[in-house]
């Protein structure tokens, strides 16, 4: 039949509207309305899932967001969006989905046979189970066993948004607390945001009985009037299907909305489905409500067992009686609710097991005129039925949980609701750095002290009482309430009289007692976690994983907290809670990248003469957020070939190279020299206009940060030359020293690396090349020696010319306006054809740098290497004044003898370069893990020297000049000879021709 | 809005090129305006009069209004501004601010060449700009020109406010290209592409 289970009437739910769905393969229908979880439970699906380590059956244990068994893959192949709640879906005609870490489905898992038995993964078994013969052998079967459901590695075909906004009060949650804060501020003009995860606001309100009344009406009415009034206002937005995944620092609270239309419909209009708020609040009110906390007791995780909330909410709100027989197990009041929904609507027997030995007579009775069976001081001592639930015995308990197995009794049962009160939904309010109280009357950590301007409201702040909530809200919403949370908590329905049971304890052994059941950790889990001394809340979450993961805690948390404190005779509130983060519920990565994929994945800068690269068949690759040409191949031929050639070029005839993304940082003023010798190791203020000299940066630390030139254009002028992804960062460092740091200093820095492009012109035929263009510079080496700086004009334009070489050729670096470089490209190319003039890329300039053993910083150097590491430390030595890094230049970690050094190596086989990355052994024979002792940091094949070069960083390395060092990468082995790093002209001849 | 003369203000570029045109919203890429940065150490502050004097616009203490005609300063740093000229009008404004500093702490840029900007209008500019830009516009004055400093999809801009629902943003001619290729990717919803 069916939905068997699905009542004939009720719910909010459109009959006239049938859809069809698929569960692990099986076609079900549900109606518009359903979730999956409430059509799933409507068709008589009762095993929805299998726990996480041990594969036992599960079956849904919520109706909302906290639901921690039914998690679900849906779509297909590219579409296919995974580890989502059953409960959060919306039902659509067509859905297709899938339990996750089940195979071939959840109601018959293979992975339950081949699980490994329960002792061998207890409470840390990471740890301890696996020590024999090593981690390693067990490690690919563990993880091939872990993990919940599988990502598509297809490319995503939704779209998704951003949106910033702000607004004066942001309230969370759509309950009854929530709608009327919503209304109060509404009213006070404010530019209010109400936001809910559910597809209808209402909360509580939507699963309540018909019965429930507010203000004298039907609580859907009141819900309907409500909802009504708060359209009307132009200054209130309503955000249903929007759930508040974070809370951070400045009242920014990130939402992510998920669109009206369907997933497939969005994607053929090319709209995106979900959006991101980065929302901006003067105030929010948090009205999230509770959550139900199961009850521990042995084989509380059966198929059938369920909250007594969700119980009620699938029975009002989508009409389905998920079995006839019932059994609710509470150790509250509110419960009771429940027991008399069911009888209302059909189920038969029905009995109470309530842990507390008193029970109010008013409510006894009520129940028994009901036909409900009340055992009340009793505990369930066992659920029978393992892929549903047939029947429970319930025993006599104690005050702590000890039962009395003589006196146990047998109900019928198909379904279980459980109640062990109510946690208030704190996540939010914790992640905004409010402190949360335990309060033991309730058993519920609450909200204590707000650090941001949050109030929370109703059930959320432990307000379980609907008048209350109702009060709460409207005061917050008015502003009148304090600061921190609401009123103080009502007499609530829901506490627990009397002092909580966390487990059910016996003297004879008893089944598995459930306390996480997304993470799969039972009490005693939690007690043999006790017992090896993991005693703190956060030890204990990672010992034994508890709250962790997707579930964030929901249902077990205070459970959780609850078992530990029993076990360890402490009180919950001496334990404290561990701490909540976000997001609240997963969220995909997609939203979160938003437009940040593929070509607009991160801002890629322009050369200011792309197009002439483009002309020219560049290859373009990302270098320091730059797209810039890498080489410039001919058809037909490889990066390597390509970067030989130009190599090869420069060093015979001339290259043209488009350097501008150089950083270019104007200095000035009359303290411009004092404040750049603080800035460099190198003593600035000897220059004399028209002189270049190359310096190095440090951190405080003494690590080189970045190199470059700087000139003196005047005595009071300078241009500093930064790296080229070095640009914005040195900018920002100049100006946080200038500001922050030496505010005395008379200076002034601009950076022009943008305004000034820059051409590199470098060969032995440099100078003809640049005489052809017509220029007022005198070109001649006495008159413009190497590191030297003229001003001019060239080609008709303004220039700023530097003689410096990072090819250990000839070279000019040509800085012109921007504007102007496309142009002079052309030209360069033009004038420079009969002398073999080519474009050079990046990797050939890499290339050469590498021969003349110039490094490269970020990748010969790293955050530790000190100037003398790299054979600069005679700069610093004769050094006079003081400089940002030196005094670490003299501690003991940047004196010690040995210390990796920048050398040069020969690989003794011709035909195997080093490879970049290798690690230096410390012996021949050494075999890794080992501590190694240097490693190649450059390395190319010369095409001048024709064989392999290399640079690396090895301990002690200017003492072992000639030595042969063994090195490992990735499994093969390679012999090399120390040498200096300088393999061309070292000299320095032709860079000073 | 009016120009000084009290007539309707003639923004430049009317004619430029559009990127992208619907119903509800307008991108295009602004002409070659004059642009010209001026950088002042503290000890330079006293020349701010005489330089405001040769831009032909006061140079603002802080980010917020701005007048809504060129010439126009707009504020990117503390002493450090954008001033924007009518298109050719002012070819020697760089060097003239120069003269005016002479050897004080002081450095002027022409970045003609170096910055660009980019026109959003419509009904929808400003939705347009919250998708990419965390700036809250809600308390800023519903008429008259605004800027102020931010960014936009992660580039570095100067949010121009020239009056309800018209938008300049100043970028980086180097990242100009990828915020025209974010915001028109961004922009999907507002036109229809049959329309453009």
Not at chain 1, 20 to 49: H, P
Not at chain 1, 176 to 196: F, I, K, M, N, T
Not at chain 2, 18 to 27: D, H, W
């Amino acid at each position: 039949m069916r939905q068997r289970y699905r009542l004939s009437h009720g719910g909010r739910i459109d009959r006239d509207r049938s859809l069809r769905f698929t569960f692990d393969g099986r076609t079900y229908e549900g109606f518009q309305g359903d979730t999956l979880a409430s059509a799933l439970l409507a068709n008589g699906v009762r095993i929805v899932g299998r726990g996480f380590r041990l594969h036992r059956p599960r079956g849904l244990l919520a109706a909302g967001l906290e639901e921690p068994n039914a998690i679900v893959t849906v779509g297909r192949d590219a579409t296919a969006e995974t580890n989502l709640k059953a409960t959060e879906v919306e039902l659509c005609d067509g859905l297709v989905a899938r339990s996750v870490n089940t195979w071939p489905s959840a109601r018959f898992d293979v992975g339950a046979l081949l699980s490994m038995p329960g002792s061998l993964l207890g409470p840390g078994f990471y740890y301890k189970t696996f020590m024999w013969p090593g981690w390693a052998v067990y490690e690919p079967l563990v993880r091939r066993l872990a993990g919940l459901g599988r990502a598509t590695s297809a490319e995503d075909p939704d779209s998704y948004d951003t949106h910033h906004a702000t607004c004066d009060v942001l309230v969370v949650g759509g309950g009854p607390a929530g709608l009327s804060a919503a209304l109060a501020a509404g009213a006070r003009g404010e530019h209010v945001v109400l936001v809910d995860a559910d597809r209808e606001f209402g909360g509580q309100l939507l699963g309540a009985d018909a019965a429930a009344t507010i203000d004298g009406m039907p609580a859907q009415t009141w819900l309907t009037r409500t909802l009504g009034r708060l359209r009307e206002c132009p200054n209130v937005r309503l955000l249903a299907r929007t759930l508040a995944t974070g809370y951070y620092d400045h009242n920014l609270v990130t939402l992510v909305e998920q669109s009206e239309i369907r997933a497939d419909e969005a994607r053929g209009r090319g709209a995106p489905w979900l959006r991101l708020w980065k929302l901006r609040c003067s105030r929010v009110i948090i009205a999230a409500g509770a959550i139900e906390r199961p009850l521990v007791f042995p084989d509380n995780d059966r198929p059938g067992v369920m909250l007594a909330s969700a119980l009620a909410s699938y029975l009002n709100r989508y009409a389905v009686l998920p079995g006839q027989a019932a059994v609710v197990v509470t150790n509250n009041d509110g419960a009771y609710d429940v027991a008399e929904a069911l009888v209302a609507h059909g189920g038969h027997p029905v009995t109470i097991v309530d842990t507390r030995a008193e029970v109010r007579a008013e409510l006894r009775s009520r129940l028994a005129s009901a036909g409900v069976r009340v055992l009340s001081g009793y505990c369930v001592l066992a659920v029978h039925g393992r892929r549903r639930v047939r029947s429970v015995t319930a025993a006599p308990c104690d005050g702590a949980g000890v039962v009395d197995r003589l006196r146990a009794v047998k109900c019928p049962a198909e379904v279980i609701g459980m109640s062990g009160g109510w946690s208030p939904t704190v996540h939010l309010f914790s992640q905004s750095g409010g402190r949360l109280a335990y309060d033991p009357v309730l058993a519920v950590f609450r909200p204590e002290h707000a650090r941001q301007a949050v109030t929370v409201v109703g059930a959320a702040a432990a307000q379980f009482d609907l008048e209350a909530c109702l009060a709460g809200g409207a005061a917050a919403g008015g502003g009148s309430a304090p600061r921190s949370v609401g009123a103080a908590p009502t007499t609530p329905a829901a506490a627990p009289a009397g002092q909580a049971i966390w487990r059910v304890k016996s003297s004879q052994r008893l089944a598995g007692q459930w306390v996480d059941f997304h993470n799969d950790v039972t009490a005693d889990d939690i007690r043999i976690a006790a017992a090896e001394g993991y005693a703190s809340a956060e030890h204990l979450k990672r010992y034994t994983t508890t709250g962790m993961a997707i579930d964030q805690g929901k249902t077990g948390n205070v459970n959780a907290l609850g078992v530990l404190a029993d076990c360890t005779n402490r009180s919950v509130g001496d334990i404290g809670v561990t701490t909540f983060r976000p997001p609240y519920s997963p969220v995909r990565f997609g939203v979160l990248a938003g437009r940040r994929r593929q070509q607009l994945f991160v801002p890629l800068r322009r050369l200011p003469a792309h197009e002439c690269h483009v002309r020219q068949g560049a290859r373009f690759a990302n270098y320091g957020s730059w797209l810039r040409p890498e080489c410039y191949a001919q058809p037909g031929e490889s990066l390597q070939s390509a970067m030989r050639r130009e190599a090869l070029a420069a060093r015979n005839s001339v290259v043209l190279f488009d350097a501008s993304p150089l950083g270019k940082i104007e200095v000035k003023g009359p303290d411009a020299a004092t404040f750049l010798s603080r800035i460099y190791i190198n003593n600035v203020s000897t220059l004399s206009p028209g002189a270049v000299r190359y310096g190095l940066m440090l951190a405080e630390n003494g690590g080189i940060i970045d190199d470059g030139v700087v000139a003196c254009l005047a005595h009071d002028h300078y241009q500093v030359c930064t790296t080229s992804a070095g640009a914005q960062r040195i900018t920002a460092w100049l100006e946080e020293w200038r500001q922050c740091e030496w505010p005395g200093l008379d200076v002034v820095t601009l950076p022009v690396t943008t305004q000034l492009g820059t051409l590199t012109v470098a060969g032995p035929l440099a100078r003809t090349v640049l005489g052809r263009l017509g220029t007022d510079i005198d070109l001649s080496p006495r008159a413009f020696p190497h590191l030297s700086v003229r001003t001019g004009v060239i080609a008709g334009i303004e220039a700023r010319i530097f003689r410096v070489s990072y090819t250990g050729e000839l070279s000019y670096e040509l800085n012109v306006p921007a504007g102007h470089i496309a142009g002079l490209w052309e030209q360069l190319l033009a004038v420079g054809g009969d002398c073999g003039i080519v474009p050079m890329g990046i990797e050939a300039l890499m290339l050469l740098r590498a021969e003349k053993g110039y490094v490269h910083v970020g990748s010969d150097t790293d955050a530790n290497t000190v100037p003398d590491d790299i054979g600069l430390g005679h700069i610093a030595a004769s050094r006079r004044g003081d400089f940002i890094g030196r005094r670490s230049l003299s501690t003991p970690e940047a004196t010690r003898p040995d210390r990796w050094q920048l050398v040069g190596l020969e690989s003794l086989d011709p035909r195997r370069p080093l490879p970049t990355g290798a690690q230096c052994l410390p012996a021949r024979d050494a075999r890794p893990p080992v501590r190694p002792c240097g490693r190649v940091t450059s390395s190319y094949v010369s095409p001048t020297l024709q064989r392999p070069i290399a640079l690396a960083l090895l301990e002690c390395g200017r003492r072992r000049m000639g030595e042969e060092v063994h090195l490992y990468d990735l499994g093969t082995r390679h012999v090399a000879r120390v040498r200096s790093p300088v393999f061309y002209d070292p000299e320095g001849t032709r860079l000073r021709g | 809005m009016a120009s000084r003369t009290g007539q309707p203000a003639t923004w430049p570029g009317e004619s430029s090129n559009t990127l992208l045109e619907g119903a509800k919203l307008r991108l295009r890429e602004l002409p070659s305006l004059g642009r010209t940065i001026v950088r002042l150490g503290t000890s330079a502050e006293r020349y701010r009069v005489e330089l405001a004097s040769v831009a032909g616009v006061p140079l603002p203490d802080s980010p917020g209004k701005v007048p809504e005609h060129l010439p126009v300063a707009l504020w990117r740093s503390p002493l450090d501004w954008l001033i924007l000229t009518e298109p050719g009008q002012r070819p020697d404004l760089a060097a003239r601010l120069r003269e005016v500093l002479g050897n004080a702490t002081g450095l002027v840029a022409d970045v003609g060449d170096t910055v660009s900007g980019i026109e959003l209008s419509g009904e929808a500019a400003s939705a347009l700009l919250a998708k990419g830009c965390a700036l809250d516009t809600s308390g800023w004055p519903e008429h008259g020109g605004f800027c102020v400093p931010a960014a936009c999809a992660r580039v570095p801009v100067l949010v121009h406010r020239l009056g309800p629902g018209r938008f300049w943003l100043h970028v980086d001619r180097s990242l100009a290209h990828y915020l025209q290729a974010w915001l028109g990717n961004a922009a999907t919803e507002f036109y229809d592409s049959s329309s453009r």
